[in-house]
């Protein structure tokens, strides 16, 4: 039987590939960080790129309302 897809590769990819876009700089990929944490908040017990994840920190405080849409880019 197949094995199923890691529920939050794709937040997990979309961290890496904002970070190297970004040099590095975590402050650049808060959105994506926070789509990370709030797919680990309901795939933690089956997503293993969830693991070493802090469920209860926030990376937007609360400035942003975060859906599942496309982020917007500011210029």
Known sequence: MPKRKDPCQDCS????????????????????????????????????????????RTYLDGKTCVKETKHKKTK
Not at 31 to 54: A, D, T
């Open 13 to 56: 990819c979309r961290i890496q590939s904002c970070l190297q876009a970004n040099k590095y700089q975590e402050s650049k990929c808060l959105y994506e960080l926070e789509q990370m944490r709030l797919c680990c908040v309901k795939w933690h017990e089956e997503s293993m790129c969830c693991s070493g994840i802090n469920l209860e």
